[in-house]
């Protein structure tokens, strides 16, 4: 049966590709059409160019089309995925620079955190118009998010539709790899289990071969180039028992301990030699930078670059190949509302808990209790996180503003006043995407 997936922000380059190839290896995908689309139309082409290079470099059949429609892409998918970015890096970048002016530190700014809670505001009503899309066009879809900040953009849809939308990130299956490799491992011997929110996620337990690895973890560490890849990840590791998934540079900002002072930055969110910038202007040249660089940086990839046809590491083409591909069962980390799922999580809330993808759909796989001192972290976030939520459903700018009161980060540097005038400054420079509040004046 020939398949049709639809790629909503397609003009995010470097996953189109990835995820585009994936799906190609699939021999139950033979002959599917792959419809990308996109409302930048430079990018869209690009887009377009690379994955035909894909497709004759792989000599795949697979129909490819470009297109500016949204209801043309959808129409009749079986498979959706959703990387799209709301108001481009020039909007971005106020999420960093107005918190920086008060005193807050961000680093990445993309998942939570003030930074993090206003880029879901503006994204969540194009997640739900593009949702309520899907429901006319293609109902029976399997959507999958990677758009950030992806825990309150799955609970916001989750709680708005039926639709069967999962969200997922590369950051678990990436720290596993990332473990296996400083101990030695082959990753065919590696079981672990994982659960907590998005980018606030531990390896409970991590095994080789039957056996807890956790006790080589603490050997590696001890190692200069180990110690220096993850010097932030190391230190909450050394502190709280278990290693969390994503970077250091994401995790400095989710959290009271690191981005308070200069010196603390100096010492942990500066030297690392994996991906950990210091700095917010780091993160902004870095970002900004691209808008100048990535045209010619593609160009010259279709041209000439080189097309690896290996399939990769994330999980969206493994769930569509189970789900309604060969029927091959597939265990991954997937995102949805916790229903007692980890107990000690409020219900509600998104957590990202060991789930299985069959032909009967996604399932939990087992019940998981965090430790104490873990769920009290994570709980936190998580809570925060659906006062967010709550407040895009209520277009409630006072709950924007409760739930920016108690992020870790931020109020470890400001006080309640200075929070609220930060706040109101950043209501007010993305009014033109809260046409749904109804009011952007704070008490």
């Not at 200075?418 to 950043?426: A, F, R």
Request: glycine share 8%; hydrophobic share 40%; charged share 25%.
């Amino acid at each position: 049966m020939k398949r049709k997936f639809a790629f909503i922000g397609a003009g995010s380059l470097d996953f189109t590709r990835g995820l585009v190839r994936d799906i190609l290896t699939f021999d139950a995908f033979d002959g599917c059409e792959i419809y990308l689309m996109d409302i930048n139309e430079k990018r869209l082409e690009y887009a377009y160019d690379g994955v035909m290079r894909i497709v004759e470099k792989g000599g795949y059949n697979a129909t490819v089309k470009a297109t500016t429609d949204r209801e043309e892409a959808l129409k009749d998918a079986d498979g959706v995925l959703i990387t799209i970015l709301q108001g481009g890096v020039e909007v971005w970048r106020h999420d960093i620079e107005i918190p920086k002016k008060y005193g807050v530190d961000t680093c990445v700014g993309d998942t939570r955190g003030p930074s993090g809670i206003f880029r879901f505001l503006r994204t969540a009503p194009v997640m739900l118009d593009i949702i309520r899309d899907v429901e006319k066009l293609c109902p029976n879809a399997i959507v999958l998010n990677y758009t950030n900040p992806m825990a309150m953009l799955v609970s916001f849809l989750q709680t708005q539709t039926k639709v069967n939308v999962t969200g997922l990130c590369h950051s678990v299956q990436g720290t596993a790899e990332m473990l296996a490799e400083w101990i030695g491992a082959d990753m065919k011997d590696v079981e672990y289990t994982c659960a907590g929110i998005n980018h606030q996620a531990f390896h409970l337990e991590f095994k080789v071969k039957g056996e807890d690895a956790y006790p080589q973890i603490w050997e590696a560490i001890k190692r200069d180039e180990i110690l220096n890849e993850e010097q932030l990840r190391i230190e909450m590791f050394k502190h709280l028992g278990y290693f969390i998934t994503e970077s250091s540079g994401h995790n400095s900002e989710y959290v009271a301990w690191f981005r308070k002072r200069p010196d603390l930055i100096e010492k942990y969110c500066t030297y690392g030699t994996g991906w950990n910038p210091g700095h917010y202007a780091y993160i902004l040249d870095e970002y900004l930078g691209r808008e100048h660089t990535w045209e010619q940086e593609y160009k010259d990839w279709v041209a000439t670059g080189e097309i690896e046809l290996e399939r990769g590491n994330e999980y969206a083409s493994h769930i569509f190949n189970a789900l309604f591909g060969d029927g091959t069962p597939y265990f991954f980390n997937g995102n949805i509302r916790n229903q007692n799922y980890i107990t000690n999580i409020d219900n509600g809330a998104c957590v990202e808990v060991p789930v299985v993808a069959t032909t009967r759909g996604i399932h939990t796989v087992q019940q998981i209790t965090l430790p104490d001192h873990l769920s009290i972290m994570v709980n936190n976030s998580a809570k925060i996180e659906e006062l967010a939520v709550k407040a895009a459903i209520e277009g409630d700018a006072e709950k924007v503003f409760q739930a920016i009161l108690f992020d870790p980060l931020t109020s470890a540097v400001l006080s309640m006043q200075e929070i609220k005038d930060m706040v109101q400054e950043m209501l007010y420079k993305n009014k033109e995407y809260l046409q749904h509040f109804k009011t952007l004046e704070l008490k």
